[in-house]
């Protein structure tokens, strides 16, 4: 609500008197014109004193900043630490969410930055005595075992097993025989259905220990074979693994190290970051204002946990009416009286002038942005208190005054006045004029403290 008493005046005057001086008001007289026609001057004396123009305004106190606190991560809220109206400073800890997954995370990441930095300083430092040692005696028994495999490959063919091969297939070919002429001697009518099967069956019996035979033989070979292929193959990573630990590290292998580092060193610090994002901070000194999570409830980045307002530096944010508009510019002062204290009076400063015009009340109102300089009062004040707020538009002390009556204006901007003389003779003075309001107008120039003027004709 718009409180408006208009645009209004502190006047205090003050005469220079010649003992201690004093504050009267205005010594106002009057001349008898010589015409006698029934007029009366009036006149009015210059005087020094104050005169002070302000605007007046209605409004409430807001904090200078209000925000709505969330976290930066998702998760289950586990604790809040501060209760609604709690003073906190920037950087408490305000809430945390629950963080034995994180801290594992976070441990975790710590052992895998360990491992990596060893397999690095490994690479760097190069094998020491016993490693080239361990190595040199693998390259050798890998030698020995292919020279031993070699060996058992040339000598598969002088294999008994040859031997067992060579009597299955004569065993067989016999056999072979013997069912020829049994079949024939079956087929002439000579031999029995009987006969003639056992002597098939001998033949194919034979020819299945031939034939096993054969296979053993093929796979004690093949066994021999692969034995030498396993053995190269064993001397080739024993002699490669050898001369790898006696050069310099290779470079390709050095950055695969080192990168091996690096990423265990970012995967680290985005554990303690998804970690630190469990906690939410104060970002300013302030008052909790309201809480809007309850403990147990997931929660994401966008939901609200709490409000948190800086009441330190407050503002007043208030309304003039339009015509006070000139009235009320960046960096004027203001008088603070807040309904809750009505004898407390806080005083500020215009911060800011909003472009807009907007309707308060039906109105047609200027919002308006004051500081309020709390100094070294106990008073606890709340947002949203309601206050008048008075503006100092402009100001001047120790001033020669006169009332406005006595200026007459000769061209825009331009004023003169009658002072009278001793003798009542009028003179017209060129002034020049400061200040003014409805009753009395600064004089800068022309006049002097004492002299008389004169404010009009009565009858």
């Known amino acids: ?10 006047l205090i005057i003050a005469l220079l008197l010649a003992a201690g001086g004093g504050y009267v008001a205005y010594t106002r007289g009057s001349v008898q ?34 925000l709505e606190l969330a976290f930066q991560t998702r998760g289950v809220l586990a604790e809040v630490l501060v209760d609604v109206g709690d003073q ?11 963080t034995d997954s994180l801290e594992r995370a976070v441990a975790d990441a710590d052992v895998e930055v360990q491992l990596a930095q060893i397999d690095l300083a490994d690479v760097r430092d190069g094998p020491d005595d016993a490693e080239l040692a361990d190595a040199r005696a693998a390259l050798r028994n890998a030698q020995v075992e292919l020279q031993l495999a070699r060996a058992t490959y040339e000598n ?8 067992a091969v060579e009597s299955a297939k004569v065993n067989y070919d016999w056999y072979v025989g013997y069912y020829q002429s049994k079949k024939s ?5 000579h031999l029995s259905q009987s006969d003639h099967d056992h002597a098939m069956n001998a033949m194919i019996s034979a020819q299945g220990k031939w034939e096993a035979a054969v296979n053993q033989a093929l796979s004690e070979e093949t066994q021999a074979a692969n034995r030498v292929t396993q053995a190269q193959n064993s001397v080739q990573q024993a002699w490669e693994n050898l001369q790898l630990l006696e050069s310099e590290p290779l470079t390709n292998t050095l950055m695969r190290a080192e990168l091996a580092v690096d990423q265990a060193l970012v995967t680290r610090e985005e554990a303690l970051a998804a970690l630190e994002a469990a906690q939410l901070y104060a970002p300013f000194d302030g008052i909790v204002m309201d809480i809007a999570a309850t403990v147990g409830a997931q929660v994401g980045t966008s939901t609200p946990i709490l409000t948190l307002a800086d009441l330190q530096d407050p503002l007043v944010r208030f309304w003039v009416e339009e015509a006070d508009f000139s009235n009320v510019v960046v960096g004027s002062q203001v008088n603070v009286v807040f309904e809750a204290f009505p004898d407390d009076t806080f005083t500020g400063a215009v911060t800011r002038v909003d472009p807009v015009l907007m309707t308060v009340n039906g109105t047609p109102a200027v919002q308006v942005w004051a500081s309020v300089e709390l100094g070294s009062q106990d008073i606890n004040l709340l947002s949203g208190m309601t206050a008048d707020v008075e503006v100092i538009a402009a100001e001047s002390r120790n001033t020669l005054l006169v ?4 200026l007459r204006e000769t061209s825009p901007g331009q004023y003169s006045v009658f002072v009278v003389g001793p003798d009542g003779e009028l003179e017209m003075r060129v002034v020049e004029v400061g200040l003014q309001d409805f009753t009395n107008a600064e004089i800068l120039e022309g006049l002097e ?6 404010v009009g004709e009565t009858q």
């Open 33 to 66: 014109t010589e015409e006698s026609t029934g007029l009366t001057l009036e006149t009015a004396t210059v005087t020094q004193g104050n005169i002070i123009i302000t605007a007046d305004g209605s409004g409430e106190l807001v904090p200078t900043v209000e």
């Open 185 to 189: 001697d079956y087929e002439k009518g």
């Open 1 to 10: 609500m718009i409180k408006k008493r208009g645009t209004w005046i502190i």
């Open 403 to 406: 009332p406005v009556e006595a």
């Open 156 to 163: 598969t063919s002088d294999s008994s097993l040859d031997a």
């Open 449 to 454: 403290l004492g002299e008389v003027v004169s």
């Open 88 to 98: 906190v400073e920037e950087d408490e800890v305000l809430a945390r969410l629950e």
